[in-house]
């Protein structure tokens, strides 16, 4: 696989934290709609280089980059998706819904982060930031949207804006 890139791939926009390495994950999960597109992906993912693994309805494989298995995925015309990808989408649409004003649905969004983290199996890994800093994390997401209108949401920019690391954090 190739190196993820330091900027949004849509928009050439700099990620919030940028780095030189892709942000590999101990664990990605990915959700397929039928049996015959999980062949689609397992192929996809096999010839990639990949090591797909069955874990209960989920196609999983490890030490990857989210967004670039995400990625291969698409480009390969498999219906399957990265988890992660699939609910930060569902995370940008309550954001854009709700306005840069998010002080007030914070909690709303924690929880929403949190689903995000343990749909993904990642909530050891990743935690949500506290409520307090919930508005104003939605709020930068929302600028940012309107920015670019609609640029990408990179894994590295959703846990940078929302989440913090565990210490020693591993996977589920």
Known sequence: MQPVSCRDRWTDVPTAEPTAEPVREPLIRIHSPSPEDEVR?????EKAGLSPEAQLTWIAVRGEDPDRVNDLLVE??????????EQIGKLIGFVIDHG?????????L????????STAGLSSRWSPRPEAEMGGAGA?????????RGGFVSWERFTGLFCRREPDGESR
């Open 41 to 45: 992906c397992r192929a996809l993912l």
């Open 76 to 85: 390969g015309g498999a219906l399957g998706r990265v988890v992660v990808r």
């Open 100 to 108: 840069p004003a998010l002080d007030e649905r914070a909690g709303s």
């Open 110 to 117: 924690r929880a929403n982060v949190t689903r995000v983290l």
């Open 140 to 148: 930068a997401l929302h600028e940012y949207l309107m920015a670019t």
